[in-house]
Nanobody, 124 residues
Framework: VQLQASGGGLVQAGGSLRLSCRAE????????LGWFRQAPGKEREFVSA????????RYADSVKGRFTISRDIAKNTLFLQMNSLKPEDTAVYYC??????????????????WGQGTQVTVSS
């Protein structure tokens, strides 16, 4: 399977972007889908995740209320709607999949398939 992430770009603070992550090779059924980000000089950090089959969604405190994770089952695509963007949201954003238990979804080491990343830059 390959994950193709897209949708990043340059936006002013307060603006919005929508990231997409399309799976090629198989469907997401039975998997947990996650978004992570990595800023220069920092470790990869958890942003959001939810099970493809639906149910509980989890967000990092830093993005709660501003970002929304969703999916289009027919298109086998995961989305991350990002509103009210801040300069500190600047990072490379990655999508990933895992079958790990829900309690470990924030740990990037537990994800086994990653997209190539898409750059998000928020100017002040």
């Amino acid at each position: 399977v390959q994950l193709q992430a897209s949708g990043g770009g340059l936006v002013q603070a307060g603006g919005s972007l929508r990231l997409s992550c399309r799976a090629e090779g198989r469907t997401f059924g039975g998997y947990i889908l996650g978004w992570f980000r990595q800023a220069p000089g920092k470790e990869r950090e958890f942003v959001s995740a939810f099970p493809w089959s639906g149910g509980t969604t989890r967000y990092a405190d830093s993005v709660k209320g501003r970002f929304t994770i969703s999916r289009d089952i027919a298109k086998n695509t995961l989305f991350l709607q990002m509103n009210s963007l801040k300069p500190e949201d600047t990072a490379v954003y990655y999508c990933a999949t895992t079958r790990v238990v829900w309690s470990e979804i924030a740990n990037p080491k537990r994800y086994d398939v990653w997209g190539q990343g898409t750059q998000v830059t928020v100017s002040s």
